[in-house]
């Protein structure tokens, strides 16, 4: 059963990040959801996007209930993901917090003059979301030593890498504006 639970587990996660990134490909490919489904699209592809993150995270969740094979017994490294795990979830708040809850979920993405936030959490990482949320799930992976868990961390990890590069396209844009605590700055201005 544990096996067959997470084998849906891994074909979810895959759906979930696949379908998401398509929206970005075929919105840099100029290939824009409102000509299909009018001004309903986004709402559309966020409630399709919001179902196989919800579905993948409850499958994650019932994976848990079952005997998993370990792949160490290390004391320290259990207690050092418990930490990786804590620290993650932190950081990953902390850029959506920075970030704003419109940014987060893409809902301005596409629009001309994109608002990069190169303050707080974005000083020291580029993508404090994505990175914090790795951390957690290699963290998670390692505190309860389940080699399913460890499986679905490097899956999420390796499909999610291209998935930010595509993010990162329209952050290239010859004009784009920049939020540097809580000032807006056109990358054309000049600045003192």
């Known amino acids: 059963m544990n096996s067959t639970l997470f084998i849906f587990t891994v074909i979810s996660v895959f759906l979930t990040i696949f379908i998401e990134s398509l929206i970005f490909i075929l919105q840099i490919k100029g290939r824009k959801f409102s000509r299909w489904f009018g001004k309903n699209a986004f709402r559309i592809h966020m409630t399709v996007v919001g179902f196989f993150w919800v579905l993948s995270f409850i499958l994650i969740v019932l994976l848990q209930s079952g005997k998993h094979p370990h792949f160490h017994n290390i004391i320290i490294l259990k207690w050092s993901g418990l930490i990786l795990l804590v620290s993650g979830l932190a950081v990953a708040i902390w850029g959506f917090m920075v970030l704003g809850i419109k940014r987060s979920f893409g809902l301005n993405f596409f629009k001309d003059n994109v608002l990069v936030v190169k303050g707080s959490a974005y000083k020291f990482v580029k993508n404090p979301e994505d990175y ?10 390692l505190f309860s030593r389940s080699s399913f868990n460890l499986a679905i961390a490097i899956e999420f990890i390796i499909l999610m890498v291209p998935h930010m590069m595509i993010e990162n396209i ?9 939020k540097q605590d809580d000032q807006f700055l056109s990358k054309n201005a000049k600045m003192d």
């Open 132 to 141: 914090g949320l790795w951390a957690a799930l290699a963290g998670f992976a």
């Open 170 to 178: 329209p952050l290239k844009k010859p004009v784009f504006f920049e």
